[in-house]
């Protein structure tokens, strides 16, 4: 039993001490999805990185998609102890910038690929909502949506709930914005060729992986992994002649920091060539800014012909697109 | 006769403590739903209303059709399961019943995932068919076909197992006695094995009939499309795209109402156990043809439930194992799952007795209502605003709530476990009770006395059962965690749920099937152990 109250008393010292060790340097906080932060991800990289430099020490704080720490700041408010969120997107950066929680970052990005005007937002990867399919198996893919409703309903892909999931509303964008008025009809068309709908981008990558469906809603970028972590190159994704939208994912900082200056030298480090390089391996997306030869060949071009959507048509269209898709699948 | 009375000549013991403590962790459990939906109303303070585009109506009769064929096809399939088990000896019989009463605890993706891999496209079977006819046996599992499939998968394998455990316990005496009177199979079903069927039916149908009517992601994996859908999925909608949180609590309402009266029409017409105790039922075989049905049975059991999980072991093995098991991350998740899993399954037994003996001890049936029906609240009250409203309680108390998320799961995890375990206990409980209530008076125990000489040798098995359900679920559970994650608290399921985020099938499949091998241990050996602790205490 003494050794067993030493053990429980050397444990209540080390979880006390540990926070006032920690004090020694300043702390961001930044909120982030699981994805990102894990071990596996472009966090502890970035990390790593940063701190070398900052004299700080980064901590995570994860929810399970970018859409719940938008949430979890609006509940928070003023009171949240995050510094930063990361991982926010084109389709939901509107939104949080009405919620007037983030500050203007100040900074001017150099070198960026994308046209970047953003007064509270950053943009730190992106990629295009894109169909993605096994080139042994499916040796002619479509090339416009028009061409995949046409193929005979056993030709089958898997979706995204536009209402859960990230890809799920990129696609209601992309159609959208490659179609307009028309969107409904191409829904319509779509409907037999739809195994599924489901919650999140892994079940519907799973169901594809498993041989269930032809194509699945993905990413230009996917290819990339297969090829260069599983050294595998029959995956592509299909060139779709609409074009493609993107999803930027960016970063902004909060009003309520109590870090403002590293908030904002961390947003500034992220469109660092030395950050960029740990991005596209870990996060599967294209960096934001050239990075030559330190891209990876498998990458490949992005595609040229780029479809954009209008924040202000987004935020006030958004649900009812959504929910004309929706009722034109049901 | 709307509630069950109990028989007329009921003698029962006077256990007013039974009464405050079983009405105490009743009301604890119904005031903590008031203070998540509360905290959620408060913070939506101030947001305007919005007119909300769901149909409600719709969606509930949707959802009503398909969790009442879940319930009925449940069922009658874990009632024929059980009969089967019952009555049929063979070696590995324990690692089946085990596999059974693992489908429930397993998330109900992987188990959907198993189920792809038998009967889907790229499947077995198809393969299989491929191979020797050279067609494609393409199985319709896409729509509300795959849901049932799925959920029947998941709910009759648990239905049979409880009812099992109902059939294992019929006293030994009324078997001779049923024997020597030459019984036919149909005969011995009806006479003795239906009574003690039936007084847990209505509380299994409650459940299954909960599980498939707020199931999700199994819903939009299988579903085929926005066509079958729950209100679970609209609720989810309503916080995440529109952060509309009035109508979320307005949705979560109906589903509470709705589960409710379920609930209360469940426990109103449950009659009250007439018997238990019992070990090893005696050898006692059924003419031919019945055990050819209840061989048929068990194969077609095996075939449907068990295949199914086998492809998330074969699955999993692979080179993702040892990539997973080098990673110092999976020793602390597997360590935080076990803790988690042990202290929710302690926490759940507790609960569980409460809320059982304090019923048992009412011969008030509208108490009895009382005091069970909030259990099974975590059914009712819809996962992301549970999660929410534990997030904003926790941050209202003043908390981190990175600090408080282990408290919150865990607490979470044990009310995920709750029912099931009610569903276990409280019949022998009540039966306990109604057999021996007359003797215990007699002697004039002691509350305490009741339990250790009178209760716990008899429900040994069972407390077993409930300890290794409650640990698997919460091994299982992604629960109120959405909120909460950090990098430091992550369990398995959060891991395996990131890793097929992130490419990682293999990962995922290695984990999936890691968790699956916990889960049979747990369910063979956990009853074992506590059969036989408790029968040396006897």
């Known amino acids: 039993m003494r050794s067993f109250a030493h053990l429980a008393l050397a444990a209540v010292i080390c979880a006390t001490a540990l ?4 004090e020694d340097k300043p702390i961001l906080n930044i909120y982030t999805y699981d994805g990102f932060a894990a071990e596996w991800g472009p966090g502890p990289g970035l990390k790593a990185g940063f701190e070398q430099t900052c004299n700080c020490t980064i901590e995570w704080t994860t929810s399970e998609d970018a859409i719940s720490n938008l949430r979890k700041v ?6 949240t102890k ?13 939104e949080a910038r009405a919620t007037g929680l983030f500050a203007p970052h100040g900074l001017t990005p150099e070198g960026l690929v994308l046209p970047w005007n953003d007064a509270e937002f950053v943009p730190f990867d992106y990629g295009y909502f894109a169909f993605v399919y096994d080139k042994q198996k499916t040796p002619n893919p479509p090339t416009s949506f028009e061409e995949l409703i046409a193929l005979p309903a056993s030709f089958k892909i898997v979706i995204e709930d536009p209402r859960s999931s990230t890809p799920g509303l990129g696609n209601v964008l992309w159609v959208e914005a490659a179609y307009g008025d028309r969107a409904p009809e191409i829904w319509k068309g779509l409907k037999p060729h739809v195994l599924t709908m489901t919650r999140g981008w892994s079940e519907a990558y799973g169901l594809f992986l498993d041989g269930q469906a032809d194509m699945v809603l993905s990413y230009t970028t996917s290819p990339a992994y297969h090829a260069i972590a599983e050294d595998k190159h029959n995956y592509a994704y299909a060139p779709f002649s609409e074009g493609y939208v993107a999803q930027v994912e960016v970063a902004g900082v909060l009003k309520s920091s109590d870090q403002p200056d590293l908030a904002k ?12 390089k740990i991005i596209p ?3 599967w997306m294209y960096p934001v800014i050239d990075l030559g030869a330190d891209l990876p060949a498998e990458f490949g071009k992005p595609p040229a012909k780029v479809l954009t959507i209008d924040e202000a048509a987004l935020a006030a269209n958004g649900r009812a697109w959504v929910d004309a898709a929706l009722a034109a699948l049901q | 006769m709307l509630l069950s009375p109990r028989s007329s000549n009921l003698v029962l013991p006077h256990r007013p403590l039974r009464l405050i403590a079983g009405a105490g962790v009743a009301a604890a459990i119904a005031a903590l739903v008031a203070l998540v939906l509360l905290a959620i109303l408060a913070a939506a303070a101030g947001e305007p209303s919005r007119q909300s585009s769901v149909d409600v109506w719709h969606l509930v009769s949707m959802t009503a059709i398909q969790a009442g064929l879940t319930t009925v096809l449940s069922l009658l399939v874990g009632t024929a399961l059980a009969w089967a088990l019952n009555r049929l000896r063979f070696p590995g019989r324990d690692l089946i019943v085990g596999l059974f009463a693992s489908a429930i605890v ?12 038998v009967w889907g496209r790229a499947g077995w079977v198809n393969q299989a068919s491929l191979a020797l006819t050279g067609q494609p046996l393409e199985v319709p599992l896409f729509g509300l076909g795959g849901i049932l499939a799925a959920h029947v998968i998941l709910d009759a394998s648990f239905a049979a197992r409880i009812l099992l455990a109902r059939l294992d316990a019929i006293p030994e005496k009324r078997l001779k006695t049923g024997q020597s009177l030459g019984l036919g199979a149909w005969r011995r079903f009806e006479v003795i094995d239906w009574p003690m069927l039936r007084t847990t039916l209505p509380g299994l149908a409650a459940i299954i009939f909960l599980l498939a009517f707020t199931s999700f992601p199994i819903v939009l994996l299988l579903g085929g499309g926005p066509a079958n859908q729950t209100l679970e999925v609209a609720i989810y909608a309503a916080v995440r795209l529109d952060f509309d949180l009035r109508g979320a609590v307005t949705l979560a309402l109906v589903q509470i109402g709705i589960c409710s009266a379920i609930i209360i029409a469940a426990s109103a017409f449950a009659p009250i156990s007439a018997s238990t105790g019992g070990s090893t039922p005696p050898r006692w075989r059924d003419g031919t043809a019945a055990r050819i049905a209840q061989w048929t049975v068990l194969v077609f059991g095996i075939v449907g439930f068990a295949l199914p999980l086998l492809a998330i072991l074969i699955d999993g093995v692979g080179p993702g194992i040892i990539e997973v098991a080098s990673r110092p991350s999976f020793w602390k998740a597997l ?5 988690l899993g042990s202290g929710s399954a302690l926490l759940t037994l507790l609960l569980a007795l409460g809320i059982g003996m304090g019923r048992a001890a009412s011969g008030i049936p509208l108490l009895r209502v009382g005091i069970g029906a909030p259990a099974y609240a975590y059914l009712a009250v819809p996962a992301v605003v549970l999660s929410l409203g534990a997030f904003l309680l926790v941050r209202n108390a003043g908390m981190l709530p990175e600090v408080a998320a282990p408290l919150v799961v865990l607490l979470a995890n044990a009310l995920l476990s709750l029912p099931f375990a009610l569903a276990t206990l409280a019949p022998p409980l009540d039966a306990i009770a109604e057999r021996r209530g007359r003797l215990i008076r007699s002697l004039g125990l002691s509350d305490w006395r009741q339990f250790t000489a009178v209760e716990w040798p008899l429900l040994g098995r069972e407390a077993g059962v409930v300890l290794a359900l409650a640990f698997c679920f919460s091994l299982g559970d992604l629960g109120v965690i959405a909120l909460f994650g950090t990098e430091d608290f992550a369990t398995l399921p959060l891991l395996m749920y990131r890793a097929l985020g992130a490419y990682r099938s293999n990962d995922a499949a290695a984990i999936a099937a890691l968790m699956l091998v916990i889960t049979i241990a747990a369910f063979v050996l956990l009853p074992k152990l506590f059969g036989k602790l408790t029968d040396a205490r006897s």
Do not use: H, K, R, W
């Open chain 1, 74 to 79: 609006q509940l928070e408010g003023t009171a």
């Open chain 2, 335 to 339: 360590g935080t799952s076990l803790l």
């Open chain 1, 19 to 22: 926070p006032v060790l920690a």
């Open chain 2, 106 to 117: 397993t998330p109900g993706l992987i188990v959907a995932f198993g189920l792809l891999s």
């Open chain 1, 265 to 276: 030298a961390f947003l500034a480090y992220l469109t660092t060539p030395e950050a960029q």
């Open chain 1, 281 to 283: 391996t870990t996060n």
């Open chain 1, 82 to 94: 995050a510094d930063v969120v990361l991982g926010l997107d084109t389709a939901t950066s509107g």
